[in-house]
């Protein structure tokens, strides 16, 4: 019945914020900037896949009252929404370095696993992000 998955949901507390940490810090690419008037429509993507976009959301209407956004921004900033990104790259430990030059904080330090090498980050509204560079 389904062909794919097209579109996963973070929220951040500021698109502009959140813009500047994801492509101009981690390197993805603007799928979608569209004032839609109630809401910023706002997308990323891997360079080149632009068939699965990330929905850069900031808590607010039309989706949600004032009192449970307030909500809902108080726990994104605890990194307590549950939002995950998992990327994959070719070369865990260098992209670590690269990131950490540009100033990521990050929460775990490239470790391996069974499944390959991976890390872990978070944004700066608190969400968590792990890249990993899995076995051949």
Not at 2 to 21: N, P, R
Not at 67 to 80: H, M, N, Y
Not at 95 to 124: A, I, N, S
Request: charged share 25%; with cysteine.
């Amino acid at each position: 019945m389904f062909h794919a998955i097209t579109h996963s949901q973070l929220y951040v507390l500021d698109q502009d914020e959140a813009l500047d940490f994801y492509v101009g810090t981690l390197g993805l690419e603007v799928t979608a900037d569209i004032d839609m008037g109630f809401m910023r429509w706002l997308t990323v993507a891997v360079p080149g896949h632009p068939e699965r976009q990330i929905l850069l959301e900031k808590p607010g209407a039309p989706a949600m009252s004032e009192e449970t956004a307030a909500q809902v921004r108080d726990l994104v900033t605890k990194g307590a929404m549950g939002g995950w990104l998992i990327l994959t790259t070719d070369d865990c430990r260098k992209t670590y370095e690269t990131l950490r030059e540009r100033g990521v904080e990050f929460t775990q330090e490239p470790t391996e696993r069974p499944y390959g090498t991976d890390c872990g980050l978070r944004d700066p509204f608190g969400n968590n992000l792990r890249f990993t560079q899995p076995k051949a």
